[in-house]
């Protein structure tokens, strides 16, 4: 008997591999071998495989061995997915299909006792490494046939059972309802949020004209932001409109989430591709797993990923467990995490705008700027919360402000001059442009990505903002990594004024070291933006 051939992916995080399904069925002792590095949820295939065969009333080979190869055979697999593969295999070389049939296709799906298909996780980034090795046409469960035509140029096959994927490649009459079958590309619904963050708008925010610019320079820039102040300031409010201000996603971009999505098992493919910026707030008794992702058996996006190109807010990030707080540090730098376990090394990208909120003290109370502190937090209990506010992963962000509660007459001036968010998406949509002008050949998209050695060498400051720069790092008021960081954001502060020319100078540095230092931004900046003098 020849020996048949289909194909799969395993996946690594968001990474995909092509994986090679060879099947082999020869006289010999009665067994089935599954090879190649499998998991148990993969080897259990051997059972549901031939149950779904005999009761698909297809002939399976019960008098001969039957081996399964999955290749490369180095690479660990895992998943149930890799089921509709091998059953088409393990049919091709027994003689009941056409083996020529299966070339050029990829197969996803978990088969059941008798023989139906259950959707799997993972379907979007599958069908991109499939098309990365040139194939283009897959078979996928029919609930998920929408996710898998979002990929450009490829077209799907929405089946409901192993008979009815054997009808479709073999061009006999179905067996049950015809499948989905659709060129990608077309009428795509778009995501646009939950209605929560529909309805509000940076027009809602009364005063704060410091906070505001602050909030535009971080959404410009992609540059992560911590809002400290008292209880009801205003920050979480801040945090939550800051998606509002962000442009719509590259297609890339665009992809790339929603195939992080398809990993973590929440895409909804009826909504079509993500467009929009996510936003999410989780609670600060979330676990280290959910936050920067991981599990047991195959990894999952955690709350990092799943907003990659939008925003997290932290809120009462003091509040949050130790482990997560430090677990930070690598995506904050790199833009990406990283998940090891076993025998398991999973990268996942995570190039999110970070948003850490923290009112100064536990109870919230601690008020010395108005001359009446009522805080109630013992000492111990207020270093502890204070020192998770400082150290390696504050250093890595780049924006802090103090928000203040509202004075009275701010409250009631109903004739105050307050932008929308369109108005300051413009702007920001206008700063984004000129960047990926300038990071065009680099894989690059924002200034808070590049890297400081690529910014002394390719786009430095002017000489004399560049004396002042290295001037705070001798003096001990940055660090190096605090100066990266704030060579990004006169970058950005430069960016956003339409009238600025050249590389960033003094009053764009002077901008971006009150920003980076918390310290209050002058009227002109926040009034006129104009920082290229």
Known sequence: MPVATARTVSLDGAVGHLVTIQADVSPGQVRVDLVGRV???????????????????LDWPATKRVTVLLSPADLHKRGTHHDLGIALAVLAAEGSIAPELLAHCLFVGELTLDGSLRSVRGVLPMVLTAREHGITTVVVPEP?????????????????????????????????????????????????????????????VLGMDDARYALEVAAA?????????????????????????????????SLELTAIHSLAGVLD??????VRPPYSAPHHDASKTSIVGGGSGQVRPGELSRTHAGVLLLDEFPLFRRDVIEALREPLENGEITVARAEELVTLPARTILVVAANPCPCGEHRPDVGKDTCRCKPVALREYRSRLTG????????TRHVQPLSPHQRVDRFAAREDSATVRARVEAARARQAERYADTGWRLNAHATGVALRDRWPLTASATRTLDEHVVKGALTNRGAVRVHRLAWTVHDLDPSSTGAPGPAALDVALRLRQGRPLLDSTVRGRACSA
């Open 269 to 274: 493919p009826g909504a079509g591709m993500i």
């Open 144 to 204: 998920q046939a929408e996710e898998a035509m979002m990929v450009p140029g490829t077209t799907v096959f929405g089946v409901r059972s192993l008979a009815q994927a054997i009808a479709v490649l073999s061009g006999q009459p179905l067996p049950e309802a015809p499948p989905v079958v659709r060129s990608a590309g077309a009428n795509l619904l778009h995501w646009r949020g939950s209605s929560r963050h529909e309805d509000v708008d940076l027009a809602d």
């Open 392 to 399: 390696p992963v504050a250093d890595r962000i780049d924006i």
């Open 221 to 253: 820039g992609g540059h992560h932001l911590m809002l400290s102040g008292p209880k009801g300031a205003g920050k979480t409010t801040l945090a939550e409109r800051i998606p509002t201000i962000l442009p719509d996603l590259a297609p890339e971009e």
């Open 39 to 57: 998991d148990q949820a993969l080897g259990e295939a051997r059972d549901r495989v031939r149950m779904a065969i005999i009761n698909s009333e």
